[in-house]
């Protein structure tokens, strides 16, 4: 069965994917042709290694290849950037917990724009900014977030409601230094 | 769980879901993926010749792309999907919104007077399509551009409702094989369509659905008692005119391509 998949097999299965992992490209590497030069590795890379997908779940198995090639592009030309986030997990939640106050996320939907929440997403460091991406732009499951990035489910949660959190702080952070400018 | 807690996810990721952006890739994408798959993996190469496009220009690269896909009828997925990927008419109109917005190339002609505007595509296009100011009702025209949908050169006006831009897009009635049913929202923008006028009104935008409500109904009110102002210019026929100004770079890349291109 595995041995008939060819090409037009790949094609079928890569081509559908092809926005959300731009997308996903274009949200890691913060630029255009930067997330072009990504998706295309990719790709490449998943054509490569099509005879070793043991069927299941084609697009958590693109995306997490997707974001190998993601970072392994920001490993080489952009290696302080991956170093902050090293340790994102065992952070504690309690300093940015504190910044946030009564209902702020009202506050925020009242009045964050477009460009605000999206400079708000691209400002979380990456392992935190593709969970959100994942998650609330893609639309993905706790179960195939965690086979992308390769991590218990019980981790992405974590780091989803870590972002959510530093989201609204930074929001809030944003909208005061709105009103007082 | 605390009911406040769900709620502040709910709160943040209603946030997100309504103005994260979701990027489309640039259709030049899918052929520069299918040709690195030719000619580094041994896939089966395709019919047309594309080095034969310029690639140093993005734009009209992209324009080009689409054309290809558009004028030849036989190729392989990846340069099909380049034109109308995962189909529809609606993830087209999407997609081209998004793009106007990120690519930065949202006007082409900047003028909130439909005086101007409306000349501005009459000019470039077989037709000329209505131009209504709705300034005073909230609604402030930024001005137009040429897009493409659908296989097809159509205006796409701009407004604004407070944050949010949106895209109208514009071309004659009838002349769609798509008046399928659509959906009323894709990726997150909402999405009206209606005719008037002769002509068909497809708008697209982050703004919310009532907005786009009250758009279409000031745009029906202005355009529906003076279909005289209204009639296309010339008959409805869309198609590419590659002498026109605005196309005619392009032109040239395309005579560049065999006009058979397949080997026999």
Do not use: C
Not at chain 1, 49 to 73: E, K, P, T
Not at chain 1, 92 to 108: F, G, H, K, R, Y
Not at chain 2, 227 to 242: F, G, N, Q, V
């Amino acid at each position: 069965m595995a041995n008939r998949r060819g090409p037009r097999d790949f094609e079928r299965l890569a081509l559908p994917h092809l926005d959300a992992a731009y997308s996903l490209a274009r949200w890691l590497m913060q630029n255009e042709s930067d997330a072009e030069d990504v998706v295309q590795d990719a790709y490449l890379r998943a054509y490569k290694y099509f005879a070793g997908f043991l069927g299941g779940n084609f697009r958590a198995w693109l995306f997490a290849i997707v974001r190998h090639a993601a970072y392994d592009w920001m490993r080489r030309n952009r290696s302080q950037e991956i170093a902050l986030d090293v340790d994102v997990d065992g952070v504690s939640e309690t300093s940015d917990d504190a910044a946030v106050s009564d209902n702020p996320e009202t506050a925020l939907l009242r009045k964050a724009d477009h460009h605000m929440i999206n400079e708000m997403i691209a400002s979380l460091p990456p392992v935190l900014r593709e969970v959100v991406v994942l998650r609330e732009l893609q639309e993905l499951s706790y179960q195939e977030i965690a086979e992308i990035i390769e991590v218990p489910i019980g981790t992405v949660m974590s780091r989803l409601s870590r972002a959510r959190v530093r989201l609204i702080a930074d929001g809030q952070r944003r909208l005061k230094e709105t009103d007082n400018g | 769980m605390a009911n406040g807690e769900l709620s502040f996810e709910q709160a943040v990721s209603t946030i997100i879901r309504r103005h994260g952006e979701r990027y489309s890739a640039p259709s030049s994408l899918a052929l520069r993926i299918g040709d690195a798959l030719e000619t580094t993996m041994g896939m089966q190469p395709r019919a047309v010749p594309f080095r034969l496009v310029p690639s140093r220009r993005p734009l009209a690269a992209l324009a080009a792309s689409l054309l290809l896909a558009v004028v030849l009828s036989s190729g392989t997925t990846w340069y099909i999907a380049a034109a109308g990927r995962q189909g529809g008419l609606a993830e087209q109109a999407v997609a081209s919104h998004a793009r106007s917005l990120l690519a930065d190339h949202l006007i082409d002609v900047a003028s909130s007077d439909q005086h101007t505007v409306k000349p501005w595509l009459g000019s470039r296009l077989d037709l000329s399509p209505p131009v209504v100011d709705l300034t005073d009702k909230g609604f402030p025209l930024l001005g137009a551009r040429l897009d493409y949908l659908d296989q097809r050169q159509v205006a796409a006006l701009v407004y604004k409702r407070g944050l949010h831009f949106i895209n109208l897009f514009v071309w004659p009635e009838g002349d769609s094989a798509t008046a399928v049913s659509m959906p009323a929202s894709v990726r997150g923008y909402n999405l009206r369509r209606w005719n008037g006028g002769g002509f068909t009104f497809y708008a697209v935008s982050d703004a919310e659905p009532r907005q786009l409500d009250k758009l279409e109904k000031w745009i029906r009110a202005a355009t529906q008692p003076q279909t005289s102002a209204l009639e296309p210019s010339s008959t409805p026929k869309l198609y590419l005119d590659l002498s026109k100004r605005a196309l005619a770079p392009l032109a040239f890349e395309l005579h560049l391509i065999p006009p058979s291109p397949v080997k026999e």
